[in-house]
Nanobody, 121 residues
Framework: QVQLVESGGGLVQAGGSLRLSCAAS????????MGWYRQAPGKQRELVAT???????NYADSVKGRFTISRDNAKNTVYLQMNSLKPEDSAVYYC???????????????WGQGTQVTVSS
């Protein structure tokens, strides 16, 4: 199986920055896409940013120009640098990876436990 451990959430004032990390471990064969999603109270989970193994990146319109996603394949880790944070960015942030274990030929999606980001006005 694959385990994801997220870190870096917290409380920050509007205009501030945070950096989220998500490290994958376990019997990983390979990782394709990695990404971040978020869910605010009473709202559906939404995509924030994704990055493929070929480094193709996709951002939600609401975070373009403020957030940067990156990955370190040697560490099986994906990052989300969040700048110019706004109160509406407050949510639980989840990492998600598309990975294949060493025992399988097919890919599955795995989710982290979530980390809270709160932006005060």
């Amino acid at each position: 199986q694959v385990q994801l451990v997220e870190s870096g959430g917290g409380l920050v004032q509007a205009g501030g920055s945070l950096r989220l990390s998500c490290a994958a471990s376990g019997r990983i064969g390979s990782i394709n896409a990695m990404g971040w999603y978020r869910q605010a109270p009473g709202k559906q989970r939404e995509l924030v940013a994704t990055i493929t193994s070929g480094l193709r990146i996709n951002y939600a319109d609401s975070v373009k120009g403020r957030f940067t996603i990156s990955r370190d394949n040697a560490k099986n880790t994906v990052y989300l640098q969040m700048n110019s944070l706004k109160p509406e960015d407050s949510a639980v942030y989840y990492c998600n990876i598309e990975a294949r274990t060493i025992l399988k030929r097919t890919y599955d999606y795995y989710w982290g436990q979530g980390t809270q980001v709160t932006v005060s006005s």
